[in-house]
């Protein structure tokens, strides 16, 4: 079965600091392996993927991920936080048959001025 | 191109009655969800179809039916609502690249 875990369900950060929001997954096969954000009162919008090839993944918006097998985590990052990215961030897990994607419980971006 | 669209985007109930909400993608794409999201759980999965005809259970089913009777279409039934359906319901279709593509979501309350 898998799972993901998403540490923090809260993350404040400065305009222009680092962002870093952590996820660690659970995976019996290779996975899949994605974030998602969430404005208020919106869908799900997909920031970025990892399916294969290369471990780190550049996304929209100036964030990427890495994926490392042997910590079994894929943390997104962004050099420098906008006040635009304040919003709810989502990792998901499916196997690489995807039949059912499991979603993180979710990590809510801060941005202070 | 529309993407997926949610019907209705809000919606009161009382407990006991029963409403559909509807989803259409208008994209091809065979696998077709729905989820529902609460505060602090994430999004959980509750139907979901692989195409025309089939359809499978998530992790939270109870309370809810689907049909897929065709590839564009795939409502979620809510056959006799209850204060713990009160949630946001996202439907979603996913393409060949894996891919999924969310609707806007639908906001239920049960009172």
């Known amino acids: 079965a898998q799972s993901v875990t998403q540490l923090g369900s809260h993350v404040s950060v400065s305009e222009g600091a680092l962002v870093l929001l952590r996820c660690n997954y659970s995976?019996?096969?290779?996975?899949?392996l994605f974030w998602y954000v969430q404005y208020p009162n919106q869908g799900l919008q997909l920031l970025l993927k990892?399916?294969?090839?290369?471990?780190l993944v550049k996304g929209i918006n100036g964030f990427e991920a890495e994926f490392k097998k042997s910590e079994t985590s894929f943390h997104l990052t962004k050099p420098s936080a906008h006040m635009s990215d304040a919003a709810e961030y989502f990792c998901a897990v499916t196997p690489s048959g995807f039949q059912k994607l499991v979603f993180g419980t979710g990590t809510r971006l801060l941005v202070s001025p | 191109n529309a993407g997926v669209t949610q019907t209705p985007k809000f919606q009161v109930l009382k407990t006991g009655q029963s409403m559909t909400l509807q989803c259409a993608q208008d994209m091809n794409h065979e696998y077709m969800s729905w989820y529902r999201q609460d505060p602090g759980m994430g999004l959980r999965l509750i139907h979901y179809?692989?195409?025309?005809?089939?359809?499978d259970q998530g992790e939270v089913p109870n309370g809810y039916n689907v049909s897929r009777s065709t590839t564009e279409d795939f409502p979620l039934r809510l056959l006799s609502a209850a204060p713990s359906q009160t949630s946001v319901y996202f439907c979603?279709?996913?393409?060949?690249?894996?891919?999924?593509?969310f609707g806007e979501g639908s906001w239920l309350t049960v009172v």
């Open positions: 979603a279709s996913r393409d060949s690249r894996n891919t999924i593509y």
């Open positions: 179809s692989v195409g025309a005809g089939i359809t």
């Open positions: 990892y399916t294969t090839g290369a471990t």
């Open positions: 995976s019996s096969v290779p996975p899949y």
